[in-house]
């Protein structure tokens, strides 16, 4: 993991086998992250789409549809307002009835009312002209545990293949879990002591109990709860053995990650490291070149096949093409295969770089036998493995088509590598003299007709002016 902090925002970068697999831009000013716990104020109901809008302070309200909501949101609502007018005075729930779950076929106004305050969590960061999309059902996600509030369940991680091990942690978690916490246990718990699994729902809980203060003592909207910071959080959800360096070009920085993994996993301090060669971080572990070449509109793989990648506000497609590999292989088939394995690959690797979320569509060459259309698929599953956004691959259609949904949580990565003309600065087009002319004269009549201005002067191109004396402006004021 290489680190490069500087103008207000930190740049995080994972490596794997020196290629760049992973790169996150974190701005340290940005006040909407995904896992953020907000109180905010429920501004309006819209029935038709069974959905709500909350103010927690972003420019546009938040979304909340109703399946968001959770079946615990009368126990939820309870609760704030229990804390809100001092029935409550702490954040533990031992002594707390939970309410009876709501109708998962009901509709928001019958739960939800205008103006009342909510406990929300961040589900998904602002995108484009779209406000934060929201949940009740409030989690928060520790090194071992994630702690949610409101329920008894016991979850173990379906990645925990051991029969004999998730039963061992569900029984210890159920020794330790707080009256009225549910508890979910995460991957990197599997073989861990009970004091290790102890001390990260200690800190969840206490986390929780901070939340509980802040929102007594604030207005919405307001932040009760944030997230850990972004480097922290990839350390928390990534550190692994396989981890064997952890680089950053910030000396805070640097004592920070060391604070964290105190916490979470002291044997891995010593694999942070301080950068302090003059030149950049970035530079220096070849990681600006690759992002050059890969963030771009085509990617060249080693071969010479290359992918096309297309963003559209709907999905994003992306074609493959074997270039100047056509003749390698025997045969058409035996070249499709080979080119479109090797683009399976770079496709995972893209999705994760470039974070790109929602509806992908690719097209791979196409393939004539049914035993290689099912080998990519299943190639392709192997690559998407490490992906650790939520995606579904769906098979080869029989045009080479490949679907696949990947959950978007935040905005795509996107990074321009093409630079923009000096002269036309990147439009490409000139506008027409003659709508100058138009756009100018409206200008004028409304400060000279609507605000009664009584004189104007305008200084403009020859070109313009040539434009002006033929076509005679109707205007009620004097032009200079």
Not at 126 to 135: E, F
Not at 170 to 190: C, D, Y
Request: proline residues 4%; hydrophobic residues 35%.
């Amino acid at each position: 993991m290489i680190i490069r902090t500087g103008d207000g925002e930190v740049n995080i970068a994972l490596l794997e086998n020196k290629g760049l697999v992973e790169y996150h831009n974190e701005k340290l000013d940005k006040g909407f992250n995904v896992g953020d716990i907000f109180l905010g104020r429920i501004k309006r109901l819209v029935p038709g789409l069974n959905a709500a809008f909350v103010d927690v302070g972003y420019e546009k309200d938040a979304f909340l549809h109703y399946h968001d909501l959770g079946p615990k949101a009368s126990s939820l609502q309870k609760y704030i307002s229990e804390g809100i007018t001092g029935k409550r005075n702490s954040g533990l729930l031992n002594d707390f009835e939970i309410e009876p779950d709501i109708d998962k076929n009901g509709k928001i106004d019958q739960v939800l009312k205008p103006n009342r305050y909510m406990l929300v969590q961040i589900a998904k960061e602002p995108i484009s002209t779209k406000g934060p999309r929201l949940t009740c059902e409030i989690s928060i996600a520790g090194r071992y545990l994630v702690l949610v509030p409101f329920s008894d369940r016991i979850s173990v991680s379906q990645k925990i293949k051991s029969r004999e091990e998730r039963e061992r942690l569900r029984r210890l978690i159920s020794s330790i879990r707080p009256k009225n916490f549910g508890v979910i246990v995460r991957t990197v718990a599997e073989n861990k002591r009970v004091a290790e699994l102890d001390g990260d729902l200690r800190n969840l809980v206490d986390r929780w109990k901070q939340s509980f203060d802040n929102f007594t003592t604030n207005k919405p909207p307001s932040k009760v709860l944030g997230e850990i910071d972004r480097t922290n959080a990839i350390l928390r959800d990534l550190l692994s053995p396989s981890f064997n360096q952890i680089v950053t070009d910030s000396k805070e920085l640097d004592q920070d990650i060391i604070s964290y993994l105190k916490t979470i996993s002291p044997e891995s301090e010593k694999i942070v490291k301080l950068h302090k060669g003059k030149n950049d971080i970035m530079e220096h572990y070849g990681i600006e070149k690759q992002i050059k070449s890969l963030f771009g509109k085509h990617v060249t793989m080693k071969s010479g096949a290359y992918l096309v990648i297309e963003h559209t506000e709907a999905m994003h497609v992306i074609d493959v093409n074997s270039g100047n590999t056509a003749k390698q292989e025997s045969n058409q088939e035996a070249n499709a295969i080979r080119v479109n394995l090797e683009a399976a690959e770079e496709i995972a690797r893209q999705l994760r770089l470039r974070d790109m979320g929602g509806l992908v569509v690719i097209d791979f060459i196409d393939l004539r036998q049914n035993d290689n259309r099912k080998l990519l698929q299943t190639k392709l599953r192997d690559f998407m493995s490490a992906d650790r956004a939520k995606h579904q691959v769906l098979p080869v259609s029989r045009f080479g088509l490949v679907e696949i949904t990947r959950q978007r949580v935040r905005p795509e990565m996107a990074i321009k590598t093409a630079e923009v003309c000096p002269t036309c600065k990147g439009t490409g087009e000139v506008q027409a003299a003659i709508t100058i002319i138009d756009e100018i004269e409206n200008n004028m009549r409304a400060l000279m007709e609507e605000q009664k201005v009584p004189t104007l002067t305008i200084a403009s191109p020859s070109f313009c002016y040539s434009l002006f004396a033929k076509k005679p402006l109707r205007l009620s004021a004097q032009v200079v």
